[in-house]
């Protein structure tokens, strides 16, 4: 089973900033990466495939990177509504397909 | 619009059963693989289970194999969760989730979830 590791477990990020979250895959999963966010109460929702692809409808505030075993994803100006939790899932190996622990990107 | 929809959650005991059911709408739905997910209360994602567009073909996570079954009935446009042996650590919200037509593994339609609560 791939495991995969996020850092940090929680983000304070004031309006307007940079957020940078991490993932790590215990072997690589080449660009065979996907993001969700979720927000309280809410179903996750796809933001980022492929590693780096944005979804349907997704902003182009929401950029992926990496490859193999890093992965980062980053909001490069977060608004209001970007304050939730992130997931990443590695699709390469499976089953079990399997997520990360999340982050949650809080506001400071 | 692409819509699922759970229903079927509750409080059960230890070792007893539940079936949870999805209806899905908006989408062709026997041309979809689909899968449930669920997220214990205050913690990850974690994937149970998935199924062809057919029902000819599942896969199961370790924690759930041989205790539930995962099924679809394509003419109801339905998919299902049977959960027999139910554990405390069972207890989760249950998400339905679509997979994207490029891939039968990336979810780009989730439900709203069904709670599922294991306690005597």
């Known amino acids: 089973e791939i495991v995969m590791t996020q850092s940090p477990a929680t983000l304070s990020v004031s309006p307007g900033e940079r957020a940078t979250l991490s993932c790590r895959a215990s072997?690589?999963?080449?660009?065979?990466l996907a993001w969700y966010q979720q927000k309280p109460g809410q179903a996750p929702r796809l933001l980022i495939y492929?590693?780096?692809t944005r979804a349907t409808g997704i902003p182009a505030r929401f950029t992926g990177s990496g490859s193999g075993t890093e992965f980062t994803l980053t909001i490069s100006s977060l608004q209001s509504e970007d304050f939730a939790d992130y997931y990443c899932?590695?699709?390469?190996?499976?089953?079990?397909?399997?997520f990360g622990g999340g982050t949650k990107v809080e506001i400071k | 619009e692409v819509q699922l929809v759970e229903s079927g959650g509750g409080l059960v005991q230890p070792g007893g059963s539940l079936r949870l059911s999805c209806a899905a709408s908006g989408f062709t739905f026997s041309s979809s693989w689909m899968h449930w997910v669920r997220q214990a209360p205050g913690k990850g994602l974690v994937w149970v289970s998935r199924?062809?567009?057919?029902?000819?073909?599942?896969s199961y996570a370790d924690s759930v194999k041989g205790r539930f079954t995962i099924s679809r009935d394509n003419a109801k446009n339905t998919l299902y969760l049977q959960m027999n042996s139910l554990r405390a650590e069972d207890t989760a919200v249950y998400y339905c989730?679509?997979?994207?037509?490029?891939?039968?593994?990336?979810?780009?339609?989730w439900g709203q979830g069904t709670l599922v609560t294991v306690s005597s």
């Open positions: 989730a679509r997979t994207t037509t490029f891939a039968v593994v990336i979810f780009d339609y």
């Open positions: 492929g590693a780096s």
């Open positions: 072997q690589s999963v080449s660009i065979n």
């Open positions: 899932q590695q699709y390469n190996k499976w089953p079990p397909l399997t």
């Open positions: 199924i062809n567009g057919d029902g000819s073909s599942t």
